[in-house]
């Protein structure tokens, strides 16, 4: 068979570029697999300190931003809340304008929550790559060296096989446990903000109402 001229040199190109990945994956492996223990460890910590917020104190928040019916009573019900405070940081910035116009509250209202989004996504960004990342560089551990390792099973080298196949099983599982680990964690957190969203989104629409519309009259019969 007549070998075609410069295939044994880009071989050899994609043999040494394929070697020279081994340490740079061990390495990310071990980093992932750092970072998503670290981070299991912050999501406990998290779990046990979050505050959590009922959907009937959610209701008598908005109760009494319409019983108030000012801005200043809005700033006071906020203050007086068990609600976290980054609910009440943006409430309380947003019934500090009540100079503005409505457009003008709910371009502002609209800003801090994407604010918060943005801060929520860049917090789960680090752990998807790991879920996507992790399996990834567990797979290419496990190729890389079993090329060498069959290589020297031709010749008889049966202790270089073993340890090629013991590099290979060991990256796969370090891979799929950091994307494990990641992707709970990522599932739990995301679960958290959408909450969280949820119940700012409502927070802040409630005081909108109320800047523009004022205090919530009964009404009243013609007998």
């Given at each position: 068979?007549?070998?075609?001229?410069?295939?044994?040199?880009?071989?050899?190109?994609?043999?040494?570029?394929?070697?020279?990945?081994?340490?740079?994956?061990?390495?990310?492996?071990?980093?992932?697999?750092?970072?998503?223990?670290?981070?299991?460890?912050?999501?406990?910590?998290?779990?046990?300190?979050?505050?959590?917020?009922?959907?009937?104190?959610?209701?008598?928040?908005?109760?009494?931003?319409?019983?108030?019916?000012?801005?200043?009573?809005?700033?006071?019900?906020?203050?007086?809340?068990?609600?976290?405070?980054?609910?009440?940081?943006?409430?309380?910035?947003?019934?500090?304008?009540?100079?503005?116009?409505?457009?003008?509250?709910?371009?502002?209202?609209?800003?801090?929550?994407?604010?918060?989004?943005?801060?929520?996504?860049?917090?789960?960004?680090?752990?998807?790559?790991?879920?996507?990342l992790g399996p990834t560089l567990g797979l290419m551990g496990t190729l890389i060296p079993m090329?060498?390792?069959?290589?020297?099973?031709?010749?008889?080298?049966?202790?270089?096989?073993?340890?090629?196949?013991?590099?290979?099983?060991?990256?796969?599982?370090?891979?799929?446990?950091?994307?494990?680990?990641?992707?709970?964690?990522?599932?739990?957190?995301?679960?958290?903000?959408?909450?969280?969203?949820?119940?700012?989104?409502?927070?802040?629409?409630?005081?909108?109402?109320?800047?523009?519309?004022?205090?919530?009259?009964?009404?009243?019969?013609?007998?």
């Open positions: 068979m007549v070998a075609i001229p410069g295939s044994e040199m880009l071989s050899s190109a994609l043999h040494v570029i394929s070697q020279s990945l081994l340490i740079p994956v061990i390495v990310g492996l071990l980093a992932f697999m750092l970072y998503a223990i670290i981070s299991f460890g912050g999501l406990i910590s998290e779990y046990t300190n979050r505050i959590r917020i009922s959907t009937d104190e959610i209701e008598k928040i908005i109760s009494d931003f319409t019983n108030t019916g000012t801005s200043e009573g809005i700033k006071e019900v906020m203050d007086k809340s068990s609600v976290p405070n980054n609910y009440k940081a943006i409430i309380i910035k947003i019934a500090s304008h009540p100079e503005l116009g409505s457009k003008s509250r709910e371009a502002l209202a609209r800003k801090l929550i994407e604010k918060e989004e943005a801060m929520a996504a860049k917090s789960l960004e680090k752990t998807d790559i790991v879920t996507r090329g060498p390792g069959l290589a020297a099973l031709g010749s008889g080298d049966v202790n270089t096989l073993a340890n090629a196949i013991i590099i290979a099983f060991d990256t796969t599982v370090v891979g799929l446990a950091a994307g494990a680990i990641a992707y709970v964690i990522s599932k739990v957190r995301r679960r958290w903000y959408e909450e969280y969203l949820s119940n700012l989104d409502a927070l802040c629409e409630a005081a909108l109402e109320v800047m523009d519309h004022g205090k919530a009259q009964a009404p009243s019969y013609v007998g």
